[in-house]
C-alpha cells in the first residue's frame, strides 16, 4: 500500500511539475529586468541599455546553478563606486550580433565620449580581438570573445566579453530569448570615478 500511495504522490508532484514550466516561462518573460537609464555618472552613459548584474558573481553562485534559474539575470543598481579587483557583470538585450556591434557602434564611441583613450596595442577600432570559442551545435555557433582597455588620467579599465552559459544553456526559453548569451565584465584599476 505504501509503494503505490508513493507512486501516486510521485506522478502528481512530475505532473505538477510540468504544468509549472509554462506558467514559469510566462512569469520569467513579464519580469521587466530594469536597464541602465543615462544619468549624471559617466557609468550610465557608457552602458546605458545594459542591466547590471551584480559584482563577482562566479564567486557567488556559480554559472551552473544560475543555469538553472528562470531569473539568472537580476537588475540591480549600479554601486556608487567601482573598486579595483573586482568584476563587474552586465548583460545587455539582444541583438548584439555576438557583441561586435556593441564594442564597435556602442561601447568604444561612449568611452571616448566620456573621455577615455583606448589603450590596447594591437587593436581594430581600440577593440582588442580576442578569438572565437565555444563552438555549440545545440545553439547553433559560438561566440566573438573581445576586449576593451581604457584610460584617463589615473583611471584603468576593461570591458571584456564572454560566454555567458547562464543564459546560452539556459533551460528557459524566456531567458534564452531575452539576452544575449554573453557578459560584459568590467574591471577598474586606480581611481576611476565612474
Not at 505504501?2 to 512569469?27: E, S, Y
Not at 519580469?31 to 558573481?57: H, K, N, T, W
Request: aromatic content about 10%; some cysteine; glycine content about 10%.
Amino acid at each position: 500500500m505504501t509503494a503505490k500511495r508513493a507512486l501516486k504522490w510521485g506522478l502528481l508532484a512530475l505532473v505538477g511539475a510540468v504544468a509549472l514550466v509554462p506558467l514559469i516561462n510566462r512569469v520569467s518573460r513579464s519580469i521587466q529586468v530594469p536597464l541602465i537609464e543615462r544619468s549624471f555618472r559617466p557609468a550610465s552613459r557608457i552602458f546605458e541599455g545594459f542591466a547590471y548584474s551584480g559584482v563577482d558573481l562566479e564567486e557567488m553562485l556559480g554559472a551552473g546553478l544560475r543555469a538553472l534559474s528562470p531569473f539568472p539575470v537580476a537588475g540591480q543598481v549600479m554601486p556608487p563606486k567601482f573598486v579595483p579587483g573586482h568584476y563587474y557583470t552586465f548583460h545587455h538585450p539582444p541583438p548584439t550580433d555576438d557583441g561586435m556591434r556593441i564594442a564597435q557602434e556602442v561601447l568604444a564611441p561612449r568611452l571616448r565620449a566620456e573621455g577615455f583613450e583606448m589603450t590596447q596595442g594591437a587593436e581594430v577600432n581600440g577593440i582588442f580581438y580576442r578569438g572565437f570559442a565555444h563552438l555549440d551545435f545545440v545553439h547553433g555557433g559560438g561566440i566573438t570573445s573581445w576586449s576593451i582597455q581604457f584610460k584617463q588620467s589615473d583611471c584603468m579599465g576593461i570591458i571584456s566579453y564572454a560566454d555567458a552559459p547562464e543564459i546560452r544553456n539556459n533551460r528557459w526559453s524566456a531567458v534564452r530569448d531575452r539576452w544575449d548569451p554573453a557578459v560584459y565584465v568590467l574591471k577598474v584599476e586606480g581611481s576611476c570615478d565612474l
